[in-house]
């Protein structure tokens, strides 16, 4: 097994470590002074802040300059509110959970294959929407969003939504956008003349499945996928076996994102599933760099702020949550990340997104993305034949491993 194999295989070991002992036992109950909280319900009021704030967050997400000057969306909110921001930056939405199980944080960036596990392990609580007083700015197909809403009550503030895309760089491509993504999963000789076998790579976690799913849906409608996410096991098992064979072809299953940006300029890699992050900053330093989203369509994520429910701070997050959601962040982080805005009103006006960023970022792409959720056992047909996320896991770790 090479050494990056190998560290992929040990790190996704240790993710499910943390989750199986979060599982087993749970964070005991914070003894630090409360917030007024209505009895089984979400806070009914905000005090002064606590001075300090923790986010858990992908990376990018959470921007006080130090990247690049121009964007900074951490230093006025400490302004305004005395809480000093930290941020504990994760890699995989299993990383995610397993960080807020373990407890110490206030606020995660959860996308929604882990946003439902953290609501049902009681991990994040409810939120009152009448303390965000910019909830009604909120995108309404985000609103009442199912990874985040359950039975009416909301358990987190939208930030952000985008697709993953096929980045590639273009001189190994000849300058044409390749249109599928076989160029991940299928061997072949690329308008460069080099094998793709060594040159692409795969995301470092069980949810990029999906991935595996939505592209058999379109290229084998015989096995009759309908959602990525809601596998029955012969369609489960045809996903492993492509990510079997994509896996002879793999030169690093990434999960950190600056890593993979090395990967494109020194390593020799030149198609992968990826974020808009990625393509915004190799773009920026003049890389032969591209994105598509190919004839199959794409995964994607939508992300949720979310407070866990032991929170350390709640005061100073729930400034934090309406301090998501102005313009202004909501914008500049668009144009950062490639994403798009929860809050529309980020659209027009902005300096560094542009009157025309939204569209660029894919807003009219909203009907086209299959959004990472949870697999469950439950097909959403009635049927409990379908293959739930715990053997996800394990059948990831195996494919990533040579079995």
């Known amino acids: 097994m090479s050494n990056r194999r190998r560290s992929s295989l040990f790190a996704w070991l240790a993710v499910l470590a943390l989750l199986v002992s979060a599982c087993v036992a749970p964070p005991p109950p914070s003894t630090s002074a409360a917030p007024a909280v209505a009895s089984g319900g979400p806070m009914q009021s905000i005090g002064e802040g606590e001075g300090a704030l923790s986010i858990v967050a992908w990376a990018g997400y959470i921007e006080r300059g130090e990247t690049d000057p121009g964007f900074d969306w951490v230093t006025d909110y400490e302004a305004a509110t005395g809480c000093a921001v930290s941020v504990k930056t994760a890699a995989t939405s299993d990383e995610m959970v397993a960080l807020m199980n373990e407890g ?3 606020l995660v960036t959860a996308s929604g294959d882990a946003s439902l596990r953290l609501i049902s392990g009681g991990t994040v609580q409810e939120i009152n929407t009448a303390l965000v007083p910019s909830w009604g700015t909120v995108d ?10 359950v039975d009416g009550k909301h358990y987190g503030v939208p930030y952000q939504w985008g697709s993953n895309v096929l ?8 300058g044409e956008a390749p249109t599928s993504w076989n160029v991940v999963f299928e061997e072949m000789t690329l308008a460069d003349g080099q094998s793709n076998k060594g040159r692409v790579q795969a995301f470092d976690g069980p949810i990029y499945i999906a991935d595996a799913a939505l592209y058999l849906k379109h290229n084998q409608p015989e096995l009759g996928i309908d959602d990525p996410y809601a596998l029955t096991r012969d369609q489960f098992n045809a996903a492993l076996d492509l990510l079997r ?6 030169g690093r299953y990434w999960h950190d994102a600056f890593v993979q940006m090395d990967d494109y300029t020194n390593e020799g890699v030149v198609a992968s599933g990826s974020w808009p992050f990625q ?31 032991d929170a350390p701070h ?3 997050a729930y400034k934090w949550l309406e301090h998501s959601i102005n313009p202004k962040l909501q914008g500049d982080l668009a144009a950062w990340f490639g994403s798009v805005p929860a809050a529309l009103a980020a659209c ?12 660029t970022n894919g807003l009219g792409n909203f009907d086209q993305i299959s959004f990472w959720k949870t697999p469950v056992a439950d097909c959403g047909n009635g049927s409990l034949e379908c293959v739930p996320y715990h053997e996800w896991v394990t059948n990831y770790i195996a494919v990533i491993g040579g079995r």
């Not at 309404?140 to 809403?149: D, F, I, K, M």
């Not at 064979?245 to 793999?250: E, P």
């Not at 032969?288 to 004839?295: D, F, G, T």
């Open 245 to 250: 064979v994509q896996r002879t072809l793999v």
């Open 140 to 149: 309404e197909r985000l609103q009442n969003a199912s990874w985040h809403t």
């Open 314 to 316: 709640p005061n100073c």
């Open 167 to 174: 980045m590639y760089n273009t001189d190994a491509f000849g």
């Open 104 to 106: 110490g944080f206030d």
């Open 348 to 359: 027009t006006g902005n300096a560094l997104l542009g009157d025309g960023g939204c569209d």
């Open 279 to 309: 393509v915004n900053l190799l773009q920026a330093g003049g890389a032969p760099i591209a994105s598509v989203i190919p004839v199959e369509g794409a995964t994607g994520w939508a992300d949720t702020t979310m407070l866990h429910t």
